[in-house]
């Protein structure tokens, strides 16, 4: 297996014991096609499986020179593979909140720019602020959580605040689900 593949696996299961009711929602683990080196599959904005882009776990265990801009983390060149596992823990993490009547990660992101706006991120647009966190946070709305999900995950304390105020939120609605 490609060595990012199980990089991965390994952000993937330090987001699930972060957040254990996200395991409730994944069925299966599975391969696809698509140009993910993983990514979560969804029917009617229910997650159905985890899976593993199958052009990345090649046999010799090389990497094709034209996937390399699949790497859209901000600061590529110490991007960690850990951290995709952990941006997809977080689009399931999203299906969990709404499924329980919370918040949605599109709310999340909004309240969250609304509330260090003036503060941390010096009055700039929302499209900035996005900035502040990756390229593909650009996306959408969805994206930008998981992407600052990843990017604390990634940087920690150096984190963008724009991400580190989403995921205290996001956090904050996850323990507010009645178990
Ligand atoms: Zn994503």
């Known amino acids: 297996m490609f060595e990012d593949t199980k990089k991965c696996s390994i952000g993937l299961l330090e987001f699930l014991d972060e957040f254990p009711l996200v395991q409730k929602l994944i069925p299966r683990i599975g391969i696809t096609r698509d140009n993910c080196i993983m990514c979560v599959q969804f029917i009617n904005e229910k997650p159905i499986e985890i899976s593993f882009g199958s052009k990345f ?72 602020a996005k900035l502040t966190i990756s390229d593909y946070a650009e996306e959408t709305d969805n994206e930008l959580f998981a992407e600052a999900f990843a990017d604390v995950y990634q940087y920690g304390e150096n984190a963008s605040p724009f991400s580190k105020k989403i995921v205290q939120l996001a956090k904050m609605e996850y323990n507010a689900i009645k178990r």
């Not at 995709?84 to 709404?98: I, P, R, S, W």
């Not at 919370?102 to 503060?119: F, G, H, L, P």
């Open 57 to 128: 776990i090649s046999e010799d265990g090389t990497k094709k020179e034209e996937d390399k801009n699949i790497y859209f983390h901000a600061g590529d060149e110490q991007l960690n593979a850990e951290s995709f596992g952990y941006h997809e823990g977080a689009h399931v993490l999203a299906a969990l909140l709404k499924n329980n009547g919370m918040y949605s990660d599109v709310e999340i992101c909004k309240k969250a720019y609304e509330q260090i706006r003036q503060t941390q991120l010096n009055g700039i647009s929302y499209e900035d």
